[in-house]
């Protein structure tokens, strides 16, 4: 027998495909250069590309200059050299960009509630964060009232100046804890909701009187980004709640003057621009309060900014209730579940999900439109900037000035972009679309 | 019976709040500062420092009030109001006097119930051009393109200028002083035109200055000066005569330097200014060195445009009609007396 086999016993070796059929060869061949003109196309683009970027970086690091003391550091013809950025500008105004006039000593107030903030958001919208069970009701019944005591320190209550006002409360005060104690004992959770809740808000009350016993700062020292997350914050905050209600108000059809309330609402609001809210909140308001009622500029600002806001984000949610199929109310009532229950349980769940996309992109247009309250006064973060160029130091900086500005509401809204789709990724259980 | 009660009621509260509006004075001495509104910027007028503390012109005559009414120079909260919130920032009570590079005209004087205590920086519009044009005048820009800012009085000014000369023009209109520098600058408008102190902060900017120039003609009045409410005389007094002894006290040579050694001057009329004799503090409702704290907090008129619109500063706006009367200018204060 020969040793030769007619047939071969091993496989001979896998050659590696040609270069130009896998790996990145095949990926620039079927992507950047599968014609002549799409060849063409890709050097222009990448040339275009190529030499934006390196504008850019040209403009923001190389001819930049770091270290200003006035504009003429930053101007061609006394520098004598072309100049890109003038970040030394952005670097003597930065704490006016972040606090506007806020009183410098006081920087540590609107830091802490920067920080509680985070800390207090990142368990909520992390699950892989631990804590969420504490940290939202802190967020939704202490946060608040603690961020107004750190900002503005303690606030003047009328109530509260005499001792009548002083004993009025404070048996109210006693009676809503007893009311809630007997609710709570008796299952009763009316009873119980409304006892609580009358001495949470005296209570709150008391707190904001108190004020931590920190120095007053008043409002019209707000300003720059601080106020521009203030503006946000509470128009994100107040906005989705009260459009939810908004909302439902508006599909409940059992209850026809609610609904028509809900409606007319809705319709005024958003057949009405910001600016013109903005407006009445500022000039039209004062007419119809009495003498010597008066809200502050910036209260003015974040009731017309909310209530705006409320009602388009009412529109968004009530898209997202018409999305839910009757059968799922209809197997919430099977189910015997009462209204809040089922809209809570079964009917809320489903559609606030769907219309994430929705509320987030309302929640970007809010903080972009914060910036219209410049109209009025209000120290924003982009008024801020242009009163800075308006400085005799720092005449003619604006195009550093808004690049900066535009970086920031770019990080913000791009940041709020991305946790909406992780948002939708990690929903996304049910009905794939 | 209760419609009764209801219209008493209202009287009464109606009446009691003209009365609340006619003390400003016992108000900001009572409150402890003056509420000043000023612009949200403008550059040498009012504009926040790096350290935030406001700073300019109209500044100026805010700590110069606040030292003449409560004797401290930093006892004023700014207000910042834009063009549309300032009127009604000022008949709301809001703030006790509006120093907001606002122009003194008749309806606003009158209509509007404000009551202007003077003028404190005479303005003007103007028109900026490239000198390789070869312009001279304004007379010579038939069909030229301008840079003007919307929804102000400058571009009513430039259209009845042209008109009245049978010119015509292109407009280009831009929203802010940032924005008209870069049309300007990139030749998108042969002139532009706003008040020559805006023209000023433009240029200074500009990559040549030199290359440009702003045109002899001015094509309108801008006199620029503080306001109160109507219905406070007394308050308006002291508005009015804050101004006029800064003026004065330059006419007189009186500096923040010298006003300490002022009252044992021989000079009678610096005497009664510096409050040494006679009692004209009284007359408003103020004491006797009300003045001398006015000239003591910021220098007298001329010392405060040095510091924040005169030739030394970015701006370098000549005095020109804001002289003294002595000068070669307008500028001029009743005596005191």
């Not at chain 1, 020292?221 to 521009?228: A, D, P, R, S, V």
């Not at chain 2, 003026?247 to 006003?259: D, F, K, P, S």
Request: aromatic share 10%; charged share 15%.
């Amino acid at each position: 027998m020969s040793d030769i086999a007619y047939v071969k016993t091993e496989l001979s070796p896998t050659l590696p495909p040609p270069p130009n059929a896998a790996g990145p060869m095949k990926w620039l061949k079927d992507n950047l250069f599968s014609t002549w003109y799409e060849a063409i196309g890709t050097v222009v683009a990448s040339a275009i590309l190529i030499y934006l970027f390196m504008s850019i970086v040209d403009w923001a690091f190389v001819t930049s200059v770091w270290e200003a003391s006035s504009f003429e550091d930053c101007l061609e013809r006394y520098t004598g050299h072309p100049v890109g950025a003038c970040w030394g500008f952005v670097d003597a105004r930065f704490n006016q960009f972040m606090f506007g006039p806020y009183p410098t000593d006081s920087y540590w107030r609107p830091i802490i509630v920067g920080i509680l903030l985070v800390a207090g958001l990142l368990p909520i919208m992390f699950e892989q964060i631990p804590g969420r069970k504490i940290a939202a009701p802190l967020m939704l019944g202490i946060f608040p009232w603690l961020s107004v005591a750190l900002l503005h320190g303690p606030i003047e209550m009328t109530t509260l100046d005499s001792g009548l006002g002083i004993g009025v409360t404070a048996l109210l005060f006693v009676l809503g804890i007893a009311l809630g104690l007997y609710g709570r004992k008796n299952f009763n959770p009316g009873q119980t909701m409304i006892g609580f809740g009358v001495a949470y808000c005296i209570g709150v009350m008391y707190f904001l009187a108190w004020g931590l016993g920190l120095e007053t700062i008043a409002t019209n020292k707000y300003g720059g980004f601080m106020l521009t997350l203030i503006l946000s914050a509470v128009g994100i905050g107040v906005s989705l709640p009260l459009g939810i209600v908004l909302a439902l108000g508006r599909r409940a059809s059992n209850m026809p003057l609610i609904q028509m309330l809900c409606i007319g609402f809705i319709e005024l609001v958003r057949a009405v621009p910001l600016i013109t809210i903005l407006f009445m909140a500022q000039f039209m308001l004062p007419l119809f309060l009495p003498e010597g009622v008066d809200f502050d500029n910036l209260v003015r600002a974040l009731v017309g900014v909310s209530l705006f806001s409320s009602a388009y984000m009412a529109e968004v949610v009530r898209g997202g209730l018409q999305a839910i199929p009757k059968g799922q109310f209809e197997a919430a009532d099977a189910l015997g579940l009462n209204y809040s229950m089922s809209m809570r349980l079964i009917i809320l769940p489903q559609a606030l999900k769907i219309v994430i996309p929705n509320i987030v992109s309302t929640f970007i247009g809010l903080f972009k439109d914060t910036t219209l309250v410049s109209i009025i006064g209000l120290l924003d973060l982009l008024l801020t900037m242009k009163q800075a160029i308006t400085s005799t130091k720092w005449l003619g900086m604006e195009h550093t000035g808004y690049i900066f500005v535009g970086l920031i509401y770019l990080v913000c809204c791009f940041g709020m972009s991305r946790y909406s789709i992780y948002l939708e990724k990690k929903l996304h259980t049910g009905h794939k679309r | 019976m209760n419609f009764k009660h209801l219209l008493a009621a209202g009287a009464a509260v109606a009446f009691s709040a003209s009365v609340a509006q006619a003390g400003t004075l016992d108000d900001v001495k009572a409150k402890g500062y003056i509420d000043c509104g000023v612009t949200t910027g403008l550059a040498g007028f009012a504009s926040p420092d790096d350290q935030g503390n406001w700073a300019g012109f109209d500044v100026d005559f805010c700590r110069a009030m606040a030292a003449a009414v409560l004797g401290d120079a930093s006892k004023v909260k700014y207000t910042p109001t834009t063009g549309k919130t300032r009127f009604t920032a000022l008949a709301s009570g809001e703030v006790d006097v509006l120093a907001r590079n606002t122009t003194w005209t008749f309806s606003r004087d009158t209509d509007l119930g404000f009551e202007f205590v003077g003028v404190n920086y005479y303005d003007g519009q103007g028109f900026m051009v490239k000198k390789d044009l070869g312009v001279k005048s304004a007379l010579e820009l038939d069909g030229a393109s301008v840079c003007i800012q919307t929804g102000t009085t400058t571009e009513l000014n430039l259209a009845d200028y042209f008109r009245a000369n049978n010119m015509s023009f292109t407009p280009i209109v831009i929203e802010d002083n940032a924005e008209a520098r870069q049309n300007y600058e990139s030749g998108a408008c042969d002139v532009y035109t706003t008040d020559r102190s805006g023209l000023a902060a433009t240029r200074v900017v500009l990559s040549d200055p030199d290359a440009h120039v702003v045109l002899p003609e001015i094509v309108s009045k801008e006199p620029l000066g503080p306001l109160v409410r109507h219905g406070d005389n007394q308050w308006g007094d002291i508005a009015r005569w804050t101004l006029n002894a800064l003026i004065t006290a330059e006419e007189l040579g009186v500096t923040q330097g010298n006003i300490g050694e002022m009252a044992s001057s021989n000079n009678p009329e610096i005497r009664r200014l510096v409050g040494a004799e006679g009692d004209l503090g009284a007359m408003i409702g103020l004491d006797a060195e009300w003045a001398m704290r006015a000239v003591a907090a910021g220098g007298n008129y001329s010392e405060i445009y040095e510091r924040n619109i005169g030739p030394n500063t970015p701006l370098q706006l000549a005095r020109g009609v804001n002289a003294l009367w002595t000068q070669g200018g307008i500028l001029y204060s009743p005596p005191f007396r």
